[in-house]
């Protein structure tokens, strides 16, 4: 197949709907009108074959993922996500690969409101980048630098899963029968918190999506807002099952992958950001403060400071 049959056949056979795309995909660039009483967030995120995701994988939860972490991203901020651009450099155009990836690309696209409008196919090694356009009510998107001392640190979801497959996939040990699928689903399949996030915009101070490890990532508010931060590790939420493998707290607190949200809020909002949870179906646990001083302090149950190597993940780091 060559690339214009690509384009024309799997990407601008598909209706847009929406009112504010002028033209999509098939000219030299899309057009968007903006809407009054918005603003635009837009942000950009890469997936390398052997980085992030192994060569072999399935067609389909490439596509997941791809998006996945595009629109944790827009949760982050409380955006709610409408446009996309995929520049994709493939080994070749296979078929029946293309048929999986859009068909798994478009059904996750539509069922959270993006768009497809425009991106780039060439041929490379297996490189994906998706860049994603979300919007927010005029200054309403929350941000990484507006923690306030005394406010409560707040996780959606479980710790740990997705670093506990890599590392099981990576070294070969066996996670136990009745976790191994949760784990490996949040690995392969991770779901963008978004509704949470939007139901945050009037509830949160400061917010983030945690991707290269809650350690590393609350530190990003942290150095943001100007404040410091303490961490129970006992009121991490984990996977109960995993609890006896020793690893199990530094992949809740290091672990990469969680797509995750951790944000703060004032104490008197806690009964209101625990209601969330029936709504979302998803555990919110208090794991902290923000405290005046700077970094983030990991306290134990005897109240004794907790050290990792790593906090996080780190492209670049040298082994
Ligand atoms: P140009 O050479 O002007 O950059 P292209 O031939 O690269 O145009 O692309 C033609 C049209 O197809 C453009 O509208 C572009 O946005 C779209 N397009 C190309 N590749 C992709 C892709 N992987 N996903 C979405 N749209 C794409
Ligand atoms: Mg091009």
Not at 154 to 167: D, R, T
Not at 170 to 179: A, I, V, Y
């Amino acid at each position: 197949m060559k690339e214009f049959d690509f384009i024309r056949h799997y990407l601008q056979s598909r209706e847009l709907t929406d009112a504010n795309i002028i033209l999509g995909i098939g000219d030299d660039a899309a057009i968007l009108r903006p809407q009054s009483g918005f603003d635009w967030h837009i942000s950009t995120d890469m997936m390398v074959s052997g980085r992030h995701f192994f060569p072999d994988v399935a067609p389909q939860d490439l596509a997941h993922k791809l998006l996945a972490v595009n629109l944790s991203d827009m949760a982050a901020m409380g955006a709610t996500p409408k446009y996309a651009l995929l520049s994709a450099a493939l080994p070749d155009l296979n078929n029946d690969w293309l048929e999986a990836f859009c068909s798994a690309f478009f059904a996750m696209a539509d069922n959270f409101g993006v768009s497809l409008i425009g991106g780039d196919t060439t041929q490379g090694a297996g490189v994906f980048n998706l860049t994603i356009m979300g919007q927010t009510p005029t200054g309403k998107g929350l941000k990484r630098n507006a923690a306030q001392m005394g406010d409560d640190i707040w996780v959606s979801g479980i710790l740990g899963l997705a670093a506990a497959a890599l590392a099981s996939r990576l070294q070969g040990f066996r996670l136990p029968e009745n976790c191994f699928a949760i784990c490996e689903e949040k690995l392969l399949r991770p779901m963008p918190r978004v509704a949470l996030g939007q139901d945050l915009l009037d509830l949160a101070h400061a917010a983030q999506d945690i991707s290269d490890g809650l350690w590393q990532d609350l530190e990003h508010i942290t150095t943001a807002s100007g404040v410091g931060a303490t961490i129970f590790a006992d009121d991490l939420p984990m996977l109960d099952d995993l609890n006896r493998h020793p690893e199990n707290l530094q992949w809740a607190l290091t672990g990469g992958d969680d797509y995750e949200l951790i944000f703060t809020a004032s104490a008197d909002k806690a009964k209101h950001i625990q209601n969330l949870s029936q709504k979302h179906h998803l555990p919110m646990t208090r794991i902290g403060k923000i405290t005046q001083g700077q970094g983030v302090r990991v306290l134990n149950q005897h109240q004794q400071e907790i050290h990792f190597k790593q906090k996080g993940f780190n492209h670049f780091e040298k082994a």
